[in-house]
């Protein structure tokens, strides 16, 4: 009997998994879960999209669910949500969301491709219609909708990371007024040495961004639930008619947790270098897992596309058509070939 392969996640790792997989084993069912509508879609290109540099959200897609099942081989399940799952009893519960139908399948091997999602703060209304973390295409297609639709004069960016600082410019584009609050001071804090932060910092301002070291702790709501103003630990309130989270990403590690997957001293899902979990026959790849630094082999965290997409990226081993007995190829492998 062939094996059947479950990969869950879509964006990146996923089809990088579900497509190497394939070509692992010909003879191998593969099944790839999406909960969103979409799959390989770039996400590193969305504040281009926002900007309106890049008109149309469907440029951004690499390939369509039909055009991946015909080209690779994988079976696509679109906007169904894995709910858990049960590598011991090789068992899977799913929901449609189309249909609200709940269904279990059987599957031989689990591919985690499951990412990270955005990190909120903890103040009420950030759940506001003008309040977008910007990590999902659909979270483009809403922040551009709302820009498109509504007056905007003034953007608050919480967080000046890179996706921070990369929404900032897509807004000044844009002709918006923006402001970057960022507690720990300058922009890209956690990821430039002392030398060039300065450098950095002052080509953002040059191009007429507002950035203040300063944390968010309330929002102001106006009459229709949309925040008009956020207030500051420095007594400051800075009025705006746009937020953005963009403060960092948490890995999703629930779904994995629940089954027995063990988690690093990252907080993401620990996997050795052939990106195996504890489970024997569950591996994990992307955005939800931690990763070797080359230079002195620490355990790090860094959801970033290179890591994604090279340790999703499966190559078969001594005993070819087993993923069992496969590698994912080291995240020092950065080539996409495999779209």
Known sequence: MSQRIAVIGGVASGPAAAAEAKRTDPEAEVVLFEQGPRISYGACEMPYYV?????????????????????????????????????????????????????????????????????????????????FPLRRLEDAIGMKTYLEAHAVRHAVVLGGGYIGVETAEALRTRGLRV????????????????????????????????????KATRFELDREGRVSAVFTDQGEKIGCQLVVVAMGVVPNTDLATAAGVKTGATGALAVDDRMRTNLTNVWACGDCVEVERVVDGKKIYLPLSPVAFGPGHLSASSLPGRIGNSVIAGHRDTHFNFL
């Not at 689990?110 to 759940?127: K, S």
């Not at 950095?200 to 300063?214: I, N």
């Open 51 to 131: 900007a309106d540099e890049i008109k149309a959200a469907e440029t951004l897609v690499v390939l369509t669910p039909e055009e991946f099942e015909r080209t690779r081989g994988v079976l696509v399940r679109v906007r169904h949500r894995v709910r858990a799952i049960h590598p011991q009893k090789r068992r899977l519960d799913m929901e449609n969301l189309s249909s609200g139908e709940l269904q279990e399948e059987r599957f031989d091997k689990f591919i985690l491709a499951v990412g990270a999602r955005a990190r909120v703060p903890d103040i009420e209304g950030v759940e506001a219609p003008n309040v």
């Open 179 to 214: 402001t970057i609050l960022e507690p720990l001071g300058g922009v890209l804090p956690t990821y430039l040495d002392d030398d060039l932060r300065p450098v950095v910092l002052d080509a953002v301002k040059q191009h007429g961004v507002l950035v203040r070291q300063e």
